[in-house]
């Protein structure tokens, strides 16, 4: 038996990259999956691909009655909603001196709206399923900062802070919420950073030869641990920060 049988897992952005890790490794899990993206052609292909086990809904995160249509669509495919998964997001570079007040703003729409609205959102389905968990996707950007990236830091950052306000407050109702920290994970949001030529697993970018496990991520390694944020081996964690950065933030700079 799976890890994951019978739960029934909303997963946003979930067309590509670390969503679409996740949504196969639930489905193997045993677990049934409502993919939401805005990318339709490349979400419905990966729905189509994991058969009766999954449905793709058009779902902006950024928009509230968008998420009432994608909750709504889990609970009538499949009966229930046992799981969130805060995955979505976009990564807009800009030095605050120069970054546009518009572009500030999508990206905290997005990372962080999103988020908010989304635990909104699935609340009443999640109580209504005798609980749940969630799992808010930040990054070690909501550790630390970097430079050009304020909306995409600032926006992490408020992931991680609202995580652990959601776990207070969902806790009486056997809710979980945890927020995730990748560092580096191959997926298309580096390819406007880097060479996607680079990108491939252990071959990729040499930014990530000085991390201590000296590469990037495979996104099913990010999806794993999701996995364990939502399956019952996690039972007694909640409003806590999970990092799988290969060690990116344990280390000190030393030339
Ligand atoms: N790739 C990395 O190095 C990295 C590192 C740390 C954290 N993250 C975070 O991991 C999450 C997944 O990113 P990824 O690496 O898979 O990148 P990705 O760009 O491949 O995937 C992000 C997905 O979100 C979707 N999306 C964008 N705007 C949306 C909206 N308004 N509504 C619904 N869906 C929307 C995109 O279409 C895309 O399918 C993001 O929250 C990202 O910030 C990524």
Not at 64 to 85: H, K, P
Not at 123 to 142: D, E, H, M, T, Y
Not at 222 to 245: M, P, Q, R
Request: charged share 20%; net charge negative; aromatic share 6%.
């Amino acid at each position: 038996m799976g890890k994951l049988e019978g739960k029934v897992i909303v997963i946003t952005g979930a067309a590509r990259g670390q969503g679409e890790a996740e949504a196969r490794l639930f489905v193997e899990e045993g677990a049934r999956v409502v993919l939401g993206d805005v990318l339709d052609d490349l979400g419905k292909e990966v729905a189509e691909s994991l058969g009766d086990a999954a449905i793709y809904v058009h779902h902006d995160v950024s928009d509230r009655a968008s998420w009432d249509e994608t909750i709504a669509r889990a609970e009538s495919a499949f009966g229930r909603v046992d799981a969130l998964i805060n995955n979505a997001g976009i990564l807009r570079v800009g030095m605050i001196a120069d970054m546009p007040l518009e572009e500030y703003q999508q990206v905290i729409a997005v990372n962080q709206v999103g988020v908010f609205l989304g635990m909104q959102a699935a609340f009443p389905a999640l109580k209504k399923a005798g609980g749940g968990a969630i799992v808010n996707i930040s990054s070690v950007g909501g550790l630390a900062g970097m430079a050009a990236m304020s909306a995409y830091v600032s926006s992490k950052f408020a992931v991680r802070g609202m995580t652990k306000c959601a776990a207070i407050e969902f806790g009486p109702h056997n809710i979980r919420v945890n927020s995730v920290h990748p560092g580096g994970v191959d997926t298309p949001m580096l390819d406007p950073l880097y060479d996607p030529a680079d990108r491939g697993g252990e071959a990729s970018n040499s930014i990530y030869d000085s991390v201590p496990i000296g590469r990037i991520s495979a996104p099913v390694e990010i999806a794993k641990l999701v996995a364990f944020l939502v399956s019952d081996d996690s039972s007694y964690c909640t409003g806590s920060e999970f990092i799988a950065d290969g060690g990116m933030m344990a280390k000190i700079p030393s030339g």
